[in-house]
């Protein structure tokens, strides 16, 4: 099956984890990726259905499990960045990716990306997540409903 192609706001086409990268790097200002890592759970109040598909590896709900932020300079692949998630010891599903544009040919500095990872990690806690651009382990986008 043919992995989706998402259109990041820019209208730039992200079949892949390099192509946001890529994306990132040829904005007009500089920027910093934001990443909140997360994992598929079985909510307390599911039904015997819910649970069985659970089970089968579908459904669930995605909780948030680590988050991190870094400029696209800081990265090279997207399995340098599965690897250092290793560090971490907790096996994830999917990771959310957002950006945070810099200013006057800055970057914006980790201390202000401190807010808006926390919002982010709140979205997706509240199961809002259409405004992040969703990646596998294999760095594939996903479509999630």
Same mark, same amino acid.
């Given at each position: +099956?043919?992995?989706?192609?998402?259109?990041?706001?820019?209208?730039?086409?992200? !079949?892949?984890?390099?192509?946001? &990268? *890529?994306?990132?790097? /040829?904005?007009?200002?500089?920027?910093? $990726? $934001? =990443?909140?890592?997360?994992?598929?759970?079985?909510?307390?109040?599911?039904?015997?259905?819910?649970?069985? *598909? =659970?089970?089968?590896?579908?459904?669930?709900? $995605?909780?948030? $499990?680590?988050?991190?932020?870094?400029?696209?300079?800081?990265?090279?692949?997207?399995?340098?960045?599965?690897? /250092?998630?290793?560090?971490?010891?907790?096996?994830?599903?999917?990771?959310?990716?957002?950006?945070?544009?810099?200013?006057?040919? *800055?970057?914006?500095? !980790?201390?202000?990306?401190?807010?808006? &990872?926390?919002? +982010?990690?709140?979205?997706?806690?509240?199961?809002?997540?259409?405004?992040?651009?969703?990646?596998? *382990?294999?760095? /594939?986008? +996903?479509?999630? !409903?």
């Amino acid at each position: +099956m043919r992995q989706p192609t998402l259109r990041s706001s820019s209208n730039v086409n992200i !079949s892949n984890f390099d192509d946001l &990268l *890529r994306a990132a790097r /040829e904005q007009p200002e500089p920027q910093r $990726l $934001l =990443f909140v890592f997360a994992h598929a759970v079985l909510p307390d109040d599911s039904t015997p259905e819910q649970r069985a *598909r =659970f089970e089968a590896g579908e459904g669930g709900a $995605l909780a948030p $499990l680590m988050a991190v932020d870094k400029t696209p300079e800081e990265m090279d692949t997207f399995a340098a960045l599965v690897e /250092e998630s290793r560090q971490f010891g907790t096996d994830w599903a999917v990771v959310f990716v957002t950006s945070l544009p810099g200013r006057a040919g *800055r970057p914006p500095t !980790s201390k202000e990306a401190d807010q808006p &990872l926390q919002r +982010m990690v709140e979205s997706i806690k509240a199961g809002s997540i259409g405004s992040f651009l969703p990646f596998n *382990r294999q760095g /594939e986008p +996903m479509l999630l !409903s």
